[in-house]
T-cell receptor, first 113, second 115 residues
Framework: QQPVQSPQAVILREGEDAVINCSSS?????VHWYRQKHGEAPVFLMI?????EQKGHEKISASFNEKKQQSSLYLTASQLSYSGTYFC??????????????FGKGTKLTVNP | KAGVTQTPRYLIKTRGQQVTLSCSPI?????VSWYQQTPGQGLQFLFE???????NKGNFPGRFSGRQFSNSRSEMNVSTLELGDSALYLC??????????????FGSGTQLSVL
């Protein structure tokens, strides 16, 4: 079951902040975040585990809300280099372990000067 | 350390043909997974291989198959190509089985066009 990402697209000016959400209807075990720049391979940003702490990567951080089964990616003081499509990948809880990683459709972020 | 290598980079085929894509993971990585990427659909999981065994398979028809060799290199095969198979096919490798502590390293993909 594919997680739902919102918004689908966002346009920022350099220095502005943005939040990207990733929601699931099933209980989550972990959430992974990747960024893909145009014409390039997706690149790992961070993993959040159920019950884990908020993670950070430069000025990009993320949280995991177990009650809402949702993760949010926070981009603060955006830079031109942040432009790209952000994907969340969710791993679901099952009896005895977890299921395969399922990615959302992505959020296209454009940062303008 | 070399990254994930996918060959070929581009492929043009016609309907009904079959195609084989190749993926060489990062040295030491034992898990290889495959994804189909089309505009607006994100990354659709195809399958994951670990130590030459298929661990998981996505919701794709049986025309899509794969295998992994003893050196962890993987191939993906699509038979009887359809126009809808046109997509970017990405391969990712990780040290262990896809899971909570494993980050994926993606290759640049193979762009398949079916005419």
């Amino acid at each position: 079951q594919q997680p739902v990402q919102s918004p689908q697209a966002v346009i920022l000016r350099e220095g502005e902040d943005a939040v990207i959400n990733c929601s699931s209807s099933k209980a989550l075990y972990s959430v992974h975040w990747y960024r893909q720049k145009h014409g390039e391979a997706p690149v790992f940003l961070m993993i959040l585990l159920k019950g884990g702490e908020q993670k950070g990567h430069e000025k990009i951080s993320a949280s995991f809300n177990e009650k809402k089964q949702q993760s949010s990616l926070y981009l603060t003081a955006s830079q031109l280099s942040y432009s790209g499509t952000y994907f969340c990948g969710t791993e679901y809880e099952t009896q005895g372990g977890s299921e395969k990683l399922v990615f959302g459709k992505g959020t296209k972020l454009t940062v303008n000067p | 350390k070399a990254g994930v290598t996918q060959t070929p980079r581009y492929l043009i085929k016609t309907r009904g043909q079959q195609v084989t894509l190749s993926c060489s993971p990062i040295s030491g990585h034992r898990s290889v997974s495959w994804y189909q990427q089309t505009p607006g659909q994100g990354l659709q999981f195809l399958f994951e291989y670990f130590s030459e065994t298929q661990r998981n398979k996505g919701n794709f028809p049986g025309r899509f198959s794969g295998r992994q060799f003893s050196n962890s290199r993987s191939e993906m095969n699509v038979s009887t190509l359809e126009l809808g198979d046109s997509a970017l096919y990405l391969c990712a490798s990780s040290l262990g089985i896809i899971g909570a502590n494993e980050k994926l390293f993606f290759g640049s993909g193979t762009q398949l066009s079916v005419l």
